[in-house]
């Protein structure tokens, strides 16, 4: 069974910086896609970044230039660095892989028990 956790959220003053992570644990065969959304109070999930096996990126245009998303090969992790942080960005942010477990398994979607994001103004 695969199990996503993150970490490092918290609360962080309009301007400020943090870096959530990742973590992924169990049996992965490969890997499609690696990505972060986030919801806020009363709106819908969103996906804030992505990162293909192939180290392509995307990113929502409300995150563009400050949020860069990173993968982590040897401690098998995915890390988003927010910068710039802004009270609209307060929200729970999720991971989601899109994995396949084994060689004929289909490519199914992983998710994390997301982590809270602050930002005071």
């Known amino acids: 069974q695969v199990q996503l956790v993150e970490s490092g959220g918290g609360l962080v003053q309009a301007g400020g910086s943090l870096t959530l992570s990742c973590a992924a644990s169990g049996s992965i065969f490969s890997i499609r896609t690696r990505n972060w959304y986030r919801q806020a109070p009363g709106k819908q999930r969103e996906l804030v970044a992505s990162i293909t096996s192939g180290g392509s990126t995307n990113y929502a245009d409300s995150v563009k230039g400050r949020f860069t998303i990173s993968r982590d090969y040897a401690k098998n992790t995915v890390n988003l660095q927010m910068n710039s942080l802004k009270p609209e960005d307060t929200a729970v942010y999720y991971c989601?892989?899109?994995?396949?477990?084994?060689?004929?398994?289909?490519?199914?979607?992983?998710w994390g028990q997301g982590t809270q994001v602050t930002v005071s103004v």
């Open positions: 989601n892989w899109q994995l396949r477990t084994t060689n004929w398994s289909p490519w199914q979607g992983y």
